[in-house]
């Protein structure tokens, strides 16, 4: 079966650097996905990894390692605007996303 | 381009009614996708779409059905609303060899009562 474990909430500090991190389960890995879900919006993307390493993008990189299955999303100089839920999502083929439940990121001042 | 667009916005329903979400992308993608978001629960897929003329089931298909009108169309009907249909319905496409970029539609917040 297919499952992704990630934090239920996350605090940080405006400016500051925070990790999310997620955990698959899964036979026939293809790569891992992150998403950004502000409340009452809907889902848009932010990364992809199907090969292990750093993927980096602006502010947000993300992180894959196969061997651990393990990922991360990274968010630096974070900014109010980052008060969100980020999500992972599992690519495992017949063209399907399984999601996880989400991490609520808090940036205070 | 409008991406992903989703009718209606709101919906109450009784319990046995029936009603179409209606789903529509204006971006040539090949692939679309019904999903459900519950608190806690994170998105999970109700039926998908791979590429025109192909519909599949999803984690939690029980209770809907789905027609692929056309490249651009993808229609969701609940024929007899329950409670436990309450939910936020998100309609999402992509490229088919790029499904893990996925784009949303602004979502349709139903309840059955």
């Known amino acids: 079966g297919q499952s992704l474990e990630q934090p239920s909430e996350v605090t940080a500090v405006e400016g500051a650097i925070v990790q999310i991190n997620c955990t698959y389960q899964?036979?026939?890995?293809?790569?891992l996905s992150w998403y950004q879900q502000h409340d009452g919006g809907a889902p848009t993307f932010l990364s992809y990894n199907a090969l292990d390493g750093l993927e980096e993008t602006g502010r947000f990189s993300s992180f894959l390692s196969r061997s651990d299955s393990y990922g991360y999303l990274l968010l630096q100089e974070l900014q109010m605007k980052d008060s969100a839920s980020y999500f992972c999502a599992e690519e495992a083929g017949s063209y399907q996303l399984t999601f996880g439940k989400g991490t609520k990121l808090s940036v205070i001042p | 381009n409008a991406g992903v667009t989703q009718t209606p916005k709101f919906q109450v329903l009784k319990t046995g009614q029936s009603m179409t979400l209606q789903c529509a992308q204006d971006?040539?993608?090949?692939?679309m996708y019904w999903y459900r978001q519950d608190p806690g629960m994170g998105l999970r897929l109700i039926y998908y779409s791979a590429s025109e003329g192909t519909t599949d089931k999803g984690e939690v298909p029980n209770g809907y059905n789905v027609s692929r009108l056309n490249k651009r169309e993808f229609s969701l009907r609940l024929e007899s609303a329950a409670p436990s249909q309450t939910s936020v319905y998100f309609c999402?496409?992509?490229?088919?060899?790029?499904?893990?970029?996925?784009?949303f539609g602004p979502g349709t917040r139903l309840t059955v009562l």
């Open positions: 971006m040539n993608h090949n692939s």
């Open positions: 999402a496409s992509s490229k088919r060899e790029g499904y893990n970029e996925q784009f």
């Open positions: 899964t036979s026939g890995f293809y790569g």
